[in-house]
């Protein structure tokens, strides 16, 4: 029987979709039990909302105050203790499972695998390279855990109706004190997180400043969507990094996709792969983003955006 063992990303108060994500490609291997960790301070609500999961078999909660804060070097040794008897170790390849996992797999002395999009079997896995323009099939040794993180584009949310069985679980591990949480500085906003949002506003250079990018921001909130920037937008300084959509920045997968004053350039493209539909705001009608968008609207984005945003608005 192939276990797997999940680990659920959250923050503290709700289970972020990424690990929905991680089950549905669980769940396509075959015969596989799977259980999920919730790493928590209190972490009941968490673990009701993981067990509501279908295809997730129990729930293993393990509290302790040091887990208050997703801190990759205290996580790891824990999963790294847990992970004993299970033959797969999965975590979302999001900005938590990236730090995490790699950890994870180096206590237990195996290599990673990295980004899986397709599972071919139980040691046998997809994944892309050179900014999604291969695929190559990767062979996990038989013998060995497979710690690997999942392409959480690649893969629906597994459907709420499940029933899992919750345990309380403990290990014996040595939590490090070497390094620890001290403080979490983000921009508070209420908008959609960028990475599971359903739809998508993205900015380009073309804005021109951080204060014109107020525009892109004012469209998505009439949308309900997340918002993203293209890399020369960050680079210039109108958003913080972590709005970067692409091949070094995040790799997103929303129903709807707006990308504006965005050339098209393959590293951007790289991170909108698997969205849905792509719309695109240019005023070139030559400018590559047009080659991948289902609707283009070729003008001046002051004049559109402003528009379509009255006119959602209504
Ligand atoms: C190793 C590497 C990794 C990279 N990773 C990423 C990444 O993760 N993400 C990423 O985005 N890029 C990445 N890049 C950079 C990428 O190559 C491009 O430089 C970048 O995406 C360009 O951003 P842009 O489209 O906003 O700017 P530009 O290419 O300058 O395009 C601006 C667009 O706005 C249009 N425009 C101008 N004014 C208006 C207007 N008033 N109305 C409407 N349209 C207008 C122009 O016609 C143009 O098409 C990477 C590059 C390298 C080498």
């Known amino acids: 029987m192939t276990k797997i063992l999940l680990i659920a990303e959250h923050d503290g108060s709700t289970i972020n979709p990424a690990t929905a994500k991680c089950v549905t490609c669980a769940a396509e291997i075959p015969d596989a039990e799977i259980h999920v960790a919730v790493l928590a301070d209190g972490g009941d609500s968490l673990a009701g909302e993981v067990a509501r999961l279908s295809s997730v078999d129990k729930v293993l909660q393990l509290d302790n105050p040091a887990n208050a804060y997703p801190v990759a070097a205290v996580l790891a040794p824990q999963i790294a203790a847990l992970a004993e008897g299970y033959s797969h170790v999965f975590g979302p390849s999001t900005t938590f499972g990236k730090d995490l996992m790699p950890r994870v797999a180096a206590l237990l002395g195996v290599n990673q695998i990295s980004d899986i999009m397709t599972v071919l079997g139980s040691h046998s ?30 893969y629906a949310s597994a459907a709420e109706g499940g029933s899992a069985s919750i345990e309380a679980a403990s290990v014996d591990a040595e939590i490090p004190g070497h390094t620890r949480f001290i403080e979490l500085q983000s921009g508070k906003t209420d908008r959609p997180d960028l990475q599971t949002a359903a739809k998508v506003v993205s900015g380009g250079r073309a804005l021109g400043s951080s204060e014109n990018f107020d525009i ?16 020369a937008a960050v680079d210039a300084g109108y958003v913080p990094n972590e709005m ?20 098209g350039a393959i590293q951007h493209l790289t991170g909108i792969k698997d969205a849905g539909t792509i719309v695109a ?34």
Request: charged share 20%; glycine share 8%.
């Open 244 to 263: 970067q959509v692409g091949q070094t920045g995040k790799i997103i997968a929303p129903d709807l996709y707006i990308a504006i004053g965005i050339s």
């Open 125 to 154: 896995f997809e994944r892309p390279i050179y900014a999604v323009n291969s695929i190559v099939t990767v062979e996990a040794p038989a013998d060995q855990p497979v710690v690997a993180t999942v392409r959480i584009a690649s």
């Open 281 to 314: 705001i240019n005023k070139d009608e030559e400018a590559p983003i047009f080659e991948v968008a289902d609707i283009g609207l070729v003008g001046d984005l002051f004049t559109i955006v402003p528009e379509l945003e009255a006119a959602i608005k209504g």
């Open 216 to 231: 892109i921001y004012a469209l998505a909130e009439a949308l309900g969507a997340g918002v993203g920037a293209s890399r």
